[in-house]
């Protein structure tokens, strides 16, 4: 264990690792591990840009919206010209797709919508700093809030046409929580055909232990369903009929809510009352689709597989869905803090795991399926916060803080013992804790 370091030099570090993985007008969500820019690391990271360079935050969301497809869909990758990460953009081969953009390679699928939180961020930094700052701030939400709303409502079409308030998604990879047990069931009935084009992985390189990452019978599936929507062109109506994946993803519909009201919020300061209106329609589609999802027996919100009709019974951390866009009447906050989760006696830092640590399927040092992810942590403090939870949302970021105090900025830790795990040096946590730290 590293000596602490104080909240000042905890910032250093922090800007440090954000500076270190700039590619100059994209951040790397992590060196080697990540080497391009993925859609919701680089929601947050601006959110952590904001508090060093308003400009520099602007900039990294204006890469982003570039990859941004004709339909509205921001691609969860926007490949870099950095390689050593797999699968890459000739794997995903989406320069066949209709919708896709002709000057920048990126991934087929997409990731939760955090965007908008950054784009408050920005504009709210901005204005705090005044002058010009303020100006590009200003003309940056102005100029780019068409875009951000044709994304927003690409995901309630493309991706909600029954409209149920439920985002499907077609990836685990969409959901950002890619190996969660969430999953698991759906990715049973994906079975790779014999004609899956062989493959060869590079994240086993860069992590301390494989066990740390999914195995290869779970990329088997994953690039299974890679071939099946590339083989339609990424088309929205043909992914829906082919896709071996399909399920109702609870914490995305959640993000989606939040989001559409943080959206609205910045319609109404640019005078687009129409928008406004249709942004706060579809936040409360979505925060009702949210409610309907919660298990009578566990009272946590459920995914639903859309191709065998059955509800997901894990308890993961997407399940407290309904506390973080606020359709939760008191039962899932006193969950959250109880002992099954938060409040478990034998945690490092009362933080909410990826799964929970009374299940015992738990897997405390495997990804998404049992490690403390400081980015969940933020996202929940944001949600408390703006729910006027400012006892929540400050104990969220001292004990997150506590956590991250040897200065290694790890993508994910160990939750009974605090250790940092998977890439050291990711951009997303580096970027939450400047945001912590901020005064
Ligand atoms: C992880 O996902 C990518 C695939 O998208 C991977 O494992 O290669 C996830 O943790 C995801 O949520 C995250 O956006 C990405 C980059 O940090 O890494």
């Known amino acids: 264990m590293r000596v602490p370091v104080s909240g000042v030099g905890l910032g250093d570090r922090a800007a440090e690792v954000l500076r270190g993985n700039d590619l100059g007008s994209m951040t790397a969500a992590a060196p080697r591990l990540y080497p391009h820019m993925w859609s919701w690391d680089s ?6 840009l904001a508090r060093l360079s308003v400009p520099r935050a602007i900039t990294e969301l204006r890469t982003l919206l ?10 969860h990758i926007v490949f870099s010209a950095g390689d050593g990460y797999f699968p890459g953009p000739e794997r995903w081969g989406t320069e066949s797709a209709a919708a896709a953009p002709r000057t920048v390679r990126t991934s087929g699928i997409c990731q939760p919508p955090v965007h908008a939180l950054a784009v408050r961020r920005i504009l709210d930094a901005g204005r705090a700093a ?17 875009s951000w709303l044709a994304w927003h409502r690409w995901l309630a079409g493309a991706r909600d046409p029954d409209r149920r308030g439920l985002v499907e998604i077609y990836h685990g990879w969409e959901s950002g929580m890619d190996n969660s047990p969430r999953w698991d069931r759906p990715y049973a009935a994906v079975v790779p055909g014999d004609d899956l084009p062989g493959f060869v992985r590079t994240d086993l390189h860069h992590v301390g232990d494989v066990h740390e990452r999914p195995t290869d019978d779970e990329y088997g599936r994953y690039l299974w369903i ?10 929205d109506a043909a992914a829906r009929d082919v896709v071996g994946f399909r399920v109702a993803d609870v914490f995305m519909s959640a993000i989606l809510a939040v989001a559409s009201d943080e959206l609205a919020g910045l319609g109404d ?33 459920r995914d639903l597989d859309r191709r065998s009709g059955r509800w997901i019974e894990t308890e993961t951390v997407a399940g407290f869905a309904p506390l973080f866009c606020g359709v939760d009447d008191g039962t899932q906050r006193a969950l959250f803090w109880g002992e099954r989760w938060c409040g478990h006696p034998a945690l490092a830092h009362p933080l909410p795991p990826s799964v929970s640590p009374a299940d015992p399927g738990m897997r405390p040092r495997t990804y998404w399926r049992g490690p403390v992810w400081p980015i969940v942590s933020w996202l929940f403090g944001w949600a408390l916060e703006r729910q006027g939870d400012d006892d929540g949302a400050r104990r969220l970021r001292e004990a997150s803080l506590r956590q991250l105090a040897d200065g290694d900025f790890g993508e994910y830790y160990e939750p009974f013992t605090g250790e940092p795990l998977g890439s050291l040096q990711q951009s997303w946590t580096a970027a939450v804790t400047l945001d912590w730290l901020a005064p």
């Open 66 to 75: 570039r990859a941004q497809w004709s339909t509205g869909m921001i691609p």
């Open 130 to 146: 005044g002058g010009e700052i303020r100006d590009q701030a200003e003309a940056f939400v102005r100029e780019t809030f068409g």
């Open 269 to 301: 300061e640019l005078g687009r009352v129409d928008d406004a209106a249709e942004l706060r329609e579809l936040a409360a589609r979505f925060r009702a689709g949210v409610a309907s999802t919660v298990s009578p027996t566990t009272g946590l919100g």
């Open 43 to 48: 929601g947050l990271i601006a959110v952590g």
């Open 226 to 235: 890679v071939e099946q929507l590339r083989r339609v062109r990424y088309d």
